[in-house]
């Protein structure tokens, strides 16, 4: 800390993790977050955990897509709506590691092909499904039909 000078005001650093606007993100992240988790608890009490698992990645990614072409290119979406919706809600809402933990399962239970039909198909199906969903948003937004 700085001696204080009387002849020149000065204030001390702020930490920026302190800034109100940083709080606020990560209250968003939080409160989304813990929502989404809620969301994919409640779709494994519905299915079979790996296929709960599937849908939900899946489920996230669509939504995914469509978040970012609505608060990117569509409206001028409140600076919070992204970390809450996509980091927190949807961040919650998926689960990379119980895919892979599912993944793992089904190569030590000695299923090598159906875990890697699984990893393999589980990236493609959720790349393919964030497009879509992004192209078939713009579609709608554009007022096309897809």
């Not at 469509?66 to 990117?72: A, E, M, N, R, Y």
């Not at 919650?92 to 090598?112: E, R």
Request: glycine share 10%; net charge negative; hydrophobic share 50%.
């Amino acid at each position: 800390m700085r001696p204080r000078d009387p002849e020149h005001h000065y204030e001390e650093p702020v930490d920026p993790d302190l800034d109100p606007a940083h709080l606020a993100v990560l209250l968003a992240v939080s409160v989304g977050g813990g929502a989404g988790a809620v969301a994919r608890f409640a779709a494994y009490r519905t299915a079979p955990e790996v296929w709960a698992t599937l849908v939900v990645n899946l489920a996230g990614c669509a939504l995914i897509g469509v978040l970012v072409v609505l608060t990117t290119e569509v409206w001028q979406a409140h600076p919070l709506i992204r970390p809450f919706l996509g980091t927190g809600v949807l961040g919650g809402f998926t689960t990379f590691s119980t895919y892979a933990l599912d993944a793992h399962g089904l190569w030590v239970a000695g299923d090598g092909a159906a875990a890697t039909a699984y990893v393999v198909g589980t990236l493609l199906g959720c790349v393919a499904a964030t497009a879509a969903a992004a192209h078939l948003t713009r579609s709608v937004v554009a007022g096309k039909r897809p």
